[in-house]
């Protein structure tokens, strides 16, 4: 079974054709990273320019590199949210027009679901491996630039796939959202994750004690502003000048005083997530554990979670870098069991910016 994906949720354009639900055949992103650099940010506009330019020579070469046409596909499953609407909108635009000209079903995929599947893509992919399949239920910590959210995996009442339920969600910033906003703060550059997961190693995580957000009603959600606004304060207390966001930067030219307050936020919001894991696990009792979303690239936070499933004998479940930024293969991946359940969208569907994946649970 052939499923193409196509992905346009934020600032990447990307398709890909995923054989069988987790064999990729390919997989192409087209990022707009740079474009957006020099404003510290996505500009929603500029994104969805850049999209509807993109989109169709993407979608192209995907299936140049799975050596496939456009007439092999079973089906074409395409990200309908959460996201930008006008990034959202040109995707969609795009897979109805195929779906239209081709007679091939569409299947809606949610992005949040798109990136739980990440999270076992490649295991999936790997016969060797004694369990391919999470043993369930699972909790999933899904951590990216616009989502930090917690869910209970459960298996699907039809047997194929999955169905969740939201335990813990950020109240405030996402967990990527705040790594984004300190690098700005100390003019590190655009994105602010890779830039202060690279500085880190380097520094003292100990060296500015932050206090750890505690939600009052005893929930599973997070919230990072505290720690964002305690990052504000320190640097204005010790008198930092932020860097030239232009030039690039690594630990031969950034101050020790900011090495180590990288180090320290990094440590700090690792161990807000680690610490949402445990009280999950006290709670739901679950035997695997899955990672994904574009923080889920972080060196410290893929170490922690491994290390905090070994402890506890829980399987882990962490997607190759390449999985965990915004990537097509991972729809392609979710609609595939959405096809397999007859779960169709028609010509009618929209984008839904603030798309939730689950009902959070009380």
């Known amino acids: 079974m052939l499923i193409l994906g ?25 990022s707009q990273v740079g474009l957006h650099r020099k404003y510290g940010g996505v500009v929603p506009e500029l ?20 050596g496939v046409r456009y007439g092999d596909f079973d089906a074409i499953a395409v990200t309908y949210g959460p996201g930008l609407v006008g990034s959202l ?33 490649e295991r999936l992919a790997d016969s060797t491996k004694e369990s391919s399949t999470p043993s369930l ?4 910590l899904v951590v990216s630039g616009g989502h930090t959210s917690l869910f209970l995996v459960l298996r699907h009442s039809s047997g194929t796939g999955f169905q969740y339920q939201l335990i813990g969600r950020t109240r405030d910033d ?23 997961d690279r500085l880190a190693p380097f520094g003292n995580p100990k060296a500015v004690p932050f206090t750890k957000t505690k939600i009052s009603d005893q929930s599973l959600d997070f919230s990072f502003s505290g720690i964002k606004t305690a990052v504000l ?6 008198s930092i000048r932020p860097l030239d966001p232009r030039t690039h930067h690594d630990e031969k030219d950034v101050p020790p005083i900011m090495i180590d307050l990288a180090a320290s936020f990094q440590r700090t919001v690792v161990d807000i997530l680690v610490r949402s894991l445990q009280r999950g696990m006290l709670e739901y009792h679950p035997k695997s554990i899955l990672l994904s979303g574009g923080v889920a690239a972080n060196s410290e936070l893929r170490s922690a979670v491994q290390n905090f499933c070994a402890e506890h004998k829980l ?6 870098p390449r999985l965990t930024t915004d990537n097509a293969a991972m729809i392609a991946a979710a609609g595939h069991d959405h096809f397999q359940r007859q779960e169709l969208a028609d010509l009618n569907l929209n984008a839904e910016a603030s798309l939730q994946l689950a009902k959070k649970i009380q």
């Open 174 to 196: 996402a967990a990527g959202e705040a790594y984004d906003k300190v690098a700005k703060m100390l003019g590190l550059g655009y994105p602010g994750g890779p830039i202060i």
């Open 315 to 320: 399987e882990a479940y962490i997607p190759p």
């Open 233 to 238: 304060r320190y640097v204005q207390k010790s």
């Open 47 to 66: 994104a969805a320019r850049e999209h509807v330019m993109s989109i169709g020579p993407i979608v192209r070469q995907a299936c140049g590199e799975a």
């Open 6 to 30: 196509i992905e346009s949720s934020c600032d990447e354009t990307a398709a890909a054709v995923v054989e069988n639900g987790f064999h990729i055949r390919s997989s192409v992103i087209a």
């Open 89 to 121: 909108l040109a995707g969609i635009s795009y897979a109805k027009a195929m779906s239209m000209s081709l007679g091939t079903p569409l299947v809606a995929v949610n992005h949040i679901e798109g990136h739980i599947y990440a999270a076992i893509m």
């Open 137 to 140: 239920p699972a909790l999933a």
